[in-house]
């Protein structure tokens, strides 16, 4: 079975333009949610989607959005780039048929470099 | 809001020894607990996952254990390996009075090095 694919893997972009990433959730997870990691803040909760609706979103600008489509794929963008936008960002996949105890899985992760 | 704190921030031992990671949280109203390893520019790896049931889960040489009252989990790594040298990270995810869930919340990680 695979498991969480993100891409692009390394991504490089400049101040002011906007980047999506890309994540594909193993087969038959209904729940992605999307994290960014930085050596000062570690990670932190960005959103999460499940059967293409936001159902949660952490304390980050609106310049962050993201969107899940009707096969549980996601995709998130960011507007605007700034130089602290540079990170990794990981992508986790949940089960969650009845709640939100189950186990999350996460991806490789997109490296992005705003210059 | 949620905070979860992880000690120690490093730990260097030798190859055979157990060892014990903590964390802790603020609010104990969890749906679960999850331990991660991180190794370098890479994505986290699931390692054990307890639900605030549970009291305790175990898979090879890796046990969690959970205190939600007292806001308290530990990793127990038995017979360290050079293998096991990563970060590990716990992460919680808090449940809302009125049902719902946040996302996870995650610990800066304990960063491990495991000499051989």
């Known amino acids: 079975k695979a498991g969480v694919t993100q891409t692009p893997r390394y991504l490089i972009k400049t101040r002011g333009q906007q980047v999506t990433l890309s994540c594909s959730p193993i087969s038959g997870h209904r729940s992605v949610s999307w994290y960014q990691q930085t050596p000062g803040q570690g990670l932190q909760f960005l959103f999460e989607y499940f059967s293409e609706t936001q159902r949660n979103k952490g304390n980050f600008p609106g310049r962050f959005s993201g969107r899940q489509f009707s096969n549980s794929r996601s995709e998130m963008n960011v507007s605007t780039l700034e130089l602290g936008d540079s990170a990794l960002y990981l992508c986790a996949s949940s089960l969650e048929t009845g709640g939100y105890n189950t186990e999350a899985f996460f991806g490789q992760g997109t490296r992005l470099t705003v210059v | 809001k949620q905070e979860v704190t992880q000690i120690p921030a490093a730990l260097s031992v030798p190859e055979g020894e157990n060892l014990v990671l903590n964390c802790s949280f603020t609010d104990s109203a969890i749906y679960n607990l999850q331990w991660f390893r991180q190794d370098p520019g890479k994505g986290l790896t699931s390692l054990l996952l307890?639900?605030?049931?549970?009291r305790e889960q175990t898979s090879g040489r890796l046990n969690a254990s959970l205190d939600k009252s007292s806001g308290r989990s530990t990793l127990y790594i038995a017979a360290s390996q050079p293998g096991d040298s990563a970060t590990y990270l716990c992460a919680v995810r808090r449940a809302y009075s009125g049902g719902g869930a946040d996302g996870l919340t995650f610990g800066k990680g304990t960063h491990l090095i495991i000499q051989p």
């Open positions: 307890i639900q605030s049931s549970q």
